[in-house]
């Protein structure tokens, strides 16, 4: 087939410069997190299958059609060009994407680098952490990420360091989580490291990063920061942690293309992560040099400006209110029925959209497995269980923001009927 050259202009001027939403969805004031007829339209701008009801969301988030469609092109554009972009214009174009990210985060634009998901860069992190000596202890908890918990549980080979693991009480309150961290680090005087997950995926229970980040660096304890699921799914910018070591994904709740994540190191912390292995010296005292991909999805990582014009049209404030709004619209409601256990607390700074639940004495693996096919046998909704919790596995929640009200009530109506026949 002949391509003429207009016809090849015509298509490498077509990649969108943005992914912004239809003008009449971005809401003129903050939007409501209730108000139905703005998130049915907001919903429409979503291709989710109908099949189902998709009440696991957690897994990664759906680009939004206009996200896809930046995507789309970038992915023509990166493919027809190849070398010819990637050794002229591609790498100003990324630095102007991070720099982006770096203003949303508020953190300077050399303290972060793309990775290519939020393990990438937690891995970087925590292998790379120098200050561990023979003999010292790192800290993990229950509801850590199973890959993060191997992670620390390889500094034992890898450093010689012991490793101490703490269950995280359930149910858990603010100031309880605080005081559960801080007496593993009086019993455990020689941990210089512990790990925190921001929002965890077993349960949607939201560790105050802050507090124990302060309250461990007053006791001279570094933190890594797992924050894969916590930005984009609560209101909050990555400065205000106030944490050294943090690990990002924007391929879930920013609605990213899949491949994309972030870490950030504090600039006046660099020294205490290597650089990584392949990398050639001089090292730069920034982030960049202490992860190293490879070759990536260029395209994936061009999306991202896409993305967060289509979040930032809805607004932080409002899209995280929504996500709470869905998930308080079945856990409050069933909150305190019997032989029900709602795994987060009503604390709205203990949780964001995530909530699992349990049948009292159903900790099993299959048992949670069971109620998620049931779930989805009798009632059409997919959810998914989660094992690791030390007081036993659950069924995992996580809406989206495609999901209606409606979605949530099929979830509110099903529960109390899966626990009568349990
Ligand atoms: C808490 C937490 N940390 C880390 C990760 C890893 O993210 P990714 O698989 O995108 O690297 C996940 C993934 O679900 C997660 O839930």
Redesign the pocket.
Known sequence: MNISRRQMMVAAAAVPVAGRIDAALAPAAVVRPDDEAYWAKLAGQYDVTRDIIQLEN??WGMMARPVLEHYEAAVRRVNRETSYYARRGLTPDLMAVRDRVAAKMGVASQEIAFTR????A?KALIGGYNRLRAGDAVLYADLD?D??QACFASLKRSRGVDVVSIALPEPATHQGLIDTYEAALKANPKIRLILL?HL??RTGLVVPVRDIVAMARARGVDAIV?A??SWGQLDFRPADLDADFVGF?L?KWWGAPLGV?VIYIRGSKIDLIDPDSANTPPFAANSYTRVHTGTVDFAAQLTVPAALDFQDAIGDAARAARLRHLRDLWAETLRGTPGLEILTPSDPRLHGGITSFRFAGRTSVQDNAAIAKRLLDEHRIFSVHRDGPARGACVRITPALFNSAADIRVLEKAIPKLLRRA
Do not use: I, K, Q, V
Not at 117 to 120: G, H, L, V, Y
């Open positions: 957690g897994n998901n939020a393990t990438e937690l990420y890959s993060m997950t965890s995926h797992d894969a699921h994904n391929h994540g």
